[in-house]
């Protein structure tokens, strides 16, 4: 009988080195390309929070197998797997759960929001198209959050989140004029500070870029100086800044995500006053610096925008 004898160390260092890469490509997989052409990974997430993230998943998961016809269990399921970076597979939940139930909203609701994320504009659309017909004369509700802000006080309502995003994915299609009609219809539903604050930015930027200047002037009147605003801070503060009511934010000590939109929102500024190349230049640098924050819906915009407007220079031509 012979014996068996101990792989040298360099092959068990070598075997793991083999089994810790494979894993790495595994998570590693592009959800999606960018609109530059970019494969887009999932975000990387702290430990600590990544573990906190997997194991809100887990209970959503035992809930959802607990009672699969669920609604409410399919939502939450999508909703943690999305906060993961999963986005493609959090619509793959959202699909199957609207062939069980295609008169709920909340199901287009979510699932155009992450194909947003994906930048499948146009059935994005479908879906907030789909989730306005069926909010029609039905009262609004309080959408519970995912992730609590510091106060646990949920700020927005089913069909503000429609409206808002469904501007979102119409601006990102440059069509200003419905996503104008979209932000109008999201204010009259934006019942504190917050989605005050969120749809005004996104209706000037609009209205900035229609070259509806005083239109533009006149929706910021209700954001004043004092207002409780929970989450948005970014966007208020860029409302005050439109406003001359502070001076411009700085990026310089801004969470990423915050850079992200201020940035965009300055850039936008620049190219809304016929400053085209330089601000392409300003969002080409925002999207090199920030990389690992292209969910973010300001990303996403001047992603959009430098795939628009960033055209090869054709050579001269010869006599």
Known sequence: ?????RPPRSIVVLALVVAASASAARTQLPETLSLLGKPLVPPPLPAERRRALEADLATARAAYEND???????????RRTAYLGRFGE???????AIEGHPDDPRLYRHRGHRYITLRKFDLAIKDFRKAVDLIAGKP???EPDGQPNAKNIPTSTLHSNIYYHLGLAQYLKADFAAARDAYRLCLGVSKNA???SATTHWLYMTL????LKDEARNVLEPITPGLDVIENQAYYRLLLFYKGSRSQPSLKSEAAVDAVTIGYALANRTLSDGGTADAVKQMKSLLDKYGDQWPAFA??????DVARLDKPRRPPRGD
């Open 90 to 96: 959090a619509i793959e939940i959202y699909t199957r």
């Open 140 to 142: 609004d509700e309080v």
């Open 208 to 211: 900035q870029r229609m070259g």
């Open 68 to 78: 699969p016809g669920s609604t409410d269990a399919a939502i939450w399921l999508g």
């Open 299 to 304: 990303y996403i915009a001047a992603e959009a």
């Open 194 to 196: 917050d989605m005050l």
């Open 1 to 5: 009988m012979g014996h068996w004898s």
